[in-house]
């Protein structure tokens, strides 16, 4: 994961004419936002930002875009591993559109022996809603952001619940599931957090949406009393909704 925070303003936008757009999170009945850049906008600075910086190769063949409008509160949440600091920004609640592109850039921090360069697949770019000033740029092994051929974090959802709503193996079917989390992630990445953080080498570019589903769930022993285990994540192929993992642990894998 690369995080880039931008120190100066680039002047990559001409104010356009104000349009209503909603946010992703805003809940039935809120007032509709206006913001001066358009979607169309975000996702030309973004595409300007996949080009070569400090330390990080040209992404190639940049495609894909997909853009969300969002607070800054939501984007940290998506963002997992990212600690808020709203000192840089206009507060939680100030508007942003995250734009995506989807393309591979590789490491270019100069090492004096040859190492294998680490790959990223996507890049996003968090950008101010009113002004067009890019804040961050983001690039990782796997999106933020699902895109157009993969399924939705609401159907991912419904998958991993119904999943947990039957027995496997020596667990019982989930008592009472709730809060689900889901996150985009690589498979070797979600094998890894399951694994206790020992490194995987399998599935590096496997995108799936790991959904944790909080419960309690039965492991039979053959002597003695069940265990009782409070989570259950499940990993569902992005692209084709088949389940490749399961893992009940006693704590959350998604924090």
Request: glycine content about 6%; overall charge neutral.
């Amino acid at each position: 994961m690369r995080i880039s925070v931008l120190v100066s303003a680039i002047g990559l936008l001409l104010l356009a004419a104000c349009i209503q757009v909603v946010p992703t999170s805003a809940p039935p009945g809120t007032p509709t936002p206006v913001t001066p850049i358009t979607r169309e906008q975000a996702l030309q600075v973004a595409l300007s930002r996949t080009g070569i910086e400090p330390e990080v190769t040209a992404v190639q063949n940049p495609r894909n875009p997909v853009a969300r409008l969002m607070t800054i509160r939501d984007y940290f949440e998506l963002q997992l591993g990212i600690t808020p600091n709203y000192g840089l920004f206009e507060g939680p609640d100030m508007l942003v559109w995250v734009a995506q592109y989807e393309g591979t850039s590789y490491d270019a921090f100069p090492v004096p022996f040859p190492v294998d360069r680490t790959q990223y697949n996507y890049t996003v770019v968090v950008l101010n809603a009113q002004n067009g000033l890019p804040h961050m740029t983001w690039r990782g092994a796997a999106p933020l952001l699902p895109t157009a051929s993969m399924m939705t974090r609401e159907r991912a959802v419904q998958i991993a619940l119904a999943t947990v709503s039957l027995p496997h193996g020596e667990y019982s079917a989930a008592e009472s599931p709730r809060n689900p989390v889901a996150r985009l992630m690589t498979r070797q990445e979600f094998e890894r957090r399951a694994a206790g953080g020992l490194t995987s080498m399998s599935y590096p570019y496997v995108v799936v949406w790991a959904v944790q589903v909080e419960g309690a769930f039965l492991r039979a022993f053959p002597a003695g009393p069940p265990a009782r285990l409070p989570y259950a994540t499940v990993a569902v192929d992005a692209q084709s909704g088949d389940i490749v993992g399961i893992y009940y642990t006693y704590a959350p894998l998604l924090g």
